[in-house]
């Protein structure tokens, strides 16, 4: 069975919520990536903020990318995935989102990984993939 772990692109990191959204940029620049996961004080999950969530919610807006935090951008209930889930509940929780990109969280509740639309297409068949492009961009 294939799960989570087997999928994901280990290493993601946190950014504080307390970080401004400038450093976030930052951050995603060095990494090379589109999305952060924001943790609280507790280093538990609190939200993702994307490169796109910078721009339209924060710059085209008017607002301070410097004064913004990562914690300003975070709504509602943060989605993620165990290690051990099988990848077809992977599948479920992105598809039943219409999420893009899923924090992938250990037994002790800590960030391991991230998994993306790049890193399922790697590990699906055509006909899996074309369903979940569909159901995610429906």
């Known amino acids: ?8 692109n280990p290493g993601a990191q946190w950014i504080s919520d307390t970080e401004t959204l400038d450093r976030a940029a930052q951050v995603m620049r060095e990494l090379d990536v589109g999305a952060l996961p924001v943790s609280d004080a507790n280093e538990r999950l609190c939200g993702i ?34 290690t051990v889930a099988p990848v077809e509940d992977v599948l479920q929780e992105m598809e039943s989102h219409q999420i893009r990109r899923l924090p992938v969280i250990d ?7 991230m998994i993306s639309e790049a890193d399922l ?18």
């Open 1 to 8: 069975m294939t799960t989570a772990a087997d999928i994901m």
């Open 49 to 82: 903020i994307t490169d796109r969530d910078i721009v339209v919610a924060c710059v085209a807006t008017g607002r301070d990318p410097a004064q913004t935090t990562a914690g300003d951008l975070c709504k509602g209930t943060p989605r993620w995935i165990s």
């Open 107 to 113: 037994e002790n509740k800590r960030l391991v990984g």
């Open 121 to 138: 297409a790697h590990h699906l068949t055509d006909d899996q993939l074309a369903q979940f492009v569909e159901r995610v961009y429906a």
